[in-house]
């Protein structure tokens, strides 16, 4: 158990998580997205369906965009990094955001914009533009109409857990999202619990790349799949290995938040 707490240290000394910046330049859609994603470990969805078609784009004007999971008819949870105009320093307008959900190929399914944003009362952002503390880098926004649950997109509920299980039996787990490898398709990855740590983080077995934001990840449940957390980095990830991520958990997030317009 040290050498996962050294590891965790570490991890959390080198702290690195991303949006993709500036003008989303990939306009053409890209037409390679059934092949399996080698590279990084996981392979695309071919066409958006329950629950996968509740995980779209959070897009942002002037461009730039991140992963987002619609949690109930008019909530999606994404990163506080995702929000933060860089260029300007200071939040983007509720306005300048779009949520699409079941984003397959330049369409979507359900597309709204945003009426309000949600995010820790205590955020700070540095220079590069994340939160200071990791564990505050979450956001709800709140959709300027809800979308109804039906055949085509259900949103996916957040679980909370009461206790802390063992890694092994949490079951499995799916990283899923949109990244700037593929910005025209959902990838999903498959992967297991390694550890929790501080209460506030899981380490797993998810791969990753940089500037990649917004990622939940899922766990099985008897009730379906559940968000456990978001991603925020992989540490030591090298051509012959993918390893290891961490994931902040639904149930680190606090309560008190702003509401910003």
């Keep these: 158990m040290r050498s996962i707490g050294v590891l965790?240290?570490?991890?959390?000394?080198?702290?690195?998580?991303?949006?993709?910046?500036?003008?989303?330049?990939?306009?053409?859609?890209?037409?390679?997205?059934?092949?399996?994603?080698?590279?990084?470990?996981?392979?695309?969805?071919?066409?958006?369906?329950?629950?996968?078609?509740?995980?779209?784009?959070?897009?942002?004007?002037?461009?730039?965009?991140?992963?987002?999971?619609?949690?109930?008819?008019?909530?999606?949870?994404?990163t506080a990094n995702c929000l933060w105009d860089r260029s300007m320093g200071r939040w983007f307008a509720a306005s300048d955001l779009h949520f699409l959900a079941g984003y397959h190929l330049g369409s979507a399914i359900e597309h709204r914009g945003v009426l309000a944003m949600e995010i820790p009362e205590s955020v700070e952002i540095n220079r590069r533009g994340y939160p200071k503390r990791p564990r505050n880098d979450w956001a709800v926004l709140t959709l300027d109409r809800p979308i109804a649950a039906n055949g085509k997109i259900r949103p996916i509920k957040k679980i909370r857990l009461s206790k802390r299980p063992r890694p092994g039996r949490l079951g499995p787990l799916v990283r899923a999202g949109f990244s700037p490898l593929r910005p025209?398709?959902?990838?999903?990855?498959?992967?297991?619990?390694?550890?929790?740590?501080?209460?506030?983080?899981?380490?797993?077995?998810?791969?990753a790349v940089k500037a990649e934001s917004g990622f939940p990840i899922l766990v099985r449940t008897g009730a379906g799949w559940r968000v456990l957390g978001l991603q925020m980095m992989t540490y030591n990830r090298n051509k012959k290995s993918n390893g290891i991520g961490m994931a902040l958990l639904v149930t680190a997030m606090s309560t008190s938040v702003q509401i910003r317009y």
């Excluded at 398709?185 to 998810?206: D, E, I, K, Q, Y």
Aim: with cysteine; hydrophobic share 40%.
């Design 8 to 78: 965790v240290a570490l991890c959390l000394g080198v702290f690195v998580s991303g949006s993709v910046s500036g003008q989303d330049r990939s306009s053409i859609p890209d037409q390679s997205v059934a092949q399996n994603l080698a590279s990084v470990g996981r392979a695309a969805v071919r066409a958006p369906r329950p629950p996968w078609s509740a995980i779209g784009r959070v897009n942002r004007r002037p461009g730039g965009f991140c992963s987002g999971t619609l949690i109930a008819p008019d909530k999606v949870l994404t």
């Design 184 to 207: 025209h398709a959902l990838t999903t990855a498959r992967c297991r619990a390694v550890a929790f740590f501080n209460g506030s983080a899981l380490m797993h077995s998810c791969s």
